[in-house]
T-cell receptor, first 116, second 117 residues
């Protein structure tokens, strides 16, 4: 009965470094979502995967952000050349995706990213 | 596009008093509505949801919310506050899987609920 897991729980990095954040969704959930939670912006939707594909990447804040999902399971969110404004908690969620259904998402505990 | 407005970034109530957290939404299509709670240093936990059918929905921990289409509101209530209810509460809207794809949740800014002893 594992829920959504994320790693690392905390990440401190220096400005300009690349970071990778990992999300392991609930087994059997085909949809996976990334959000960013920051003091100034609240909770922002970043990107969504259905299986391994991401139909809409327009929510990513800049071209330094990318995400991939392999095998319909684990996803990684990569931030290149990190900036201080990237400091935030990155939340991952997953859901079942039956057509025409509502969108109940189950959230992981998040990764707190601090860029020095 | 949809949006959510939560009135009041902080709400303080006495233990045992009524809790009322306000949420108004805008959506071009019939929405699905959610309330999530976030305890310190934890992820988001679903309190309750409205999809279709009965407009008064009951959730966990004694919370309930009523969907009022005419007022575009989905306010969260609890008859008697408990100290353990102190947390951040987020209202969210989704248009579900219309248009051929799922969408991310659109969240309000959150309301920090403070319980006074």
């Amino acid at each position: 009965g594992a829920g959504v897991s994320q790693s690392p729980s905390n990440k401190v990095t220096e400005k300009g470094k690349d970071v990778e954040l990992r999300c392991d969704p609930i087994s059997g959930h085909t949809a996976l979502y990334w959000y960013r939670q920051s003091l100034g912006q609240g909770l922002e939707f970043l990107i969504y995967f259905q299986g391994n594909s991401a139909p809409d990447k327009s929510g990513l804040p800049s071209d330094r952000f990318s995400a991939e999902r392999t095998g319909g399971s684990v996803s990684t969110l990569t931030i290149q050349r990190t900036q201080q404004e990237d400091s935030a908690v990155y939340l991952c969620a997953s859901s079942l995706v039956p057509a025409g259904s509502y969108n109940e998402q189950f959230f992981g505990p998040g990764t707190r990213l601090t860029v020095l | 596009a949809q949006s959510v407005t939560q009135l009041g970034s902080h709400v303080s109530v006495s233990e045992g008093a009524l809790v009322l957290l306000r949420c108004n939404y805008s959506s071009s299509v019939p929405p699905y509505l959610f309330w999530y709670v976030q305890y310190p240093n934890q992820g988001l936990q679903l309190l309750l949801k409205y999809t279709t059918g009965a407009t008064l929905v009951k959730g966990i921990n004694g919370f309930e919310a009523e969907f009022k289409k005419s007022e575009t509101s989905f306010h969260l209530t609890k008859p008697s506050a408990h100290m353990s209810d102190a947390a951040e509460y987020f209202c969210a809207v989704s248009i579900g899987y219309s248009g051929g794809g799922a969408d991310g949740l659109t969240f309000g800014k959150g309301t920090h609920l403070i319980i006074q002893p």
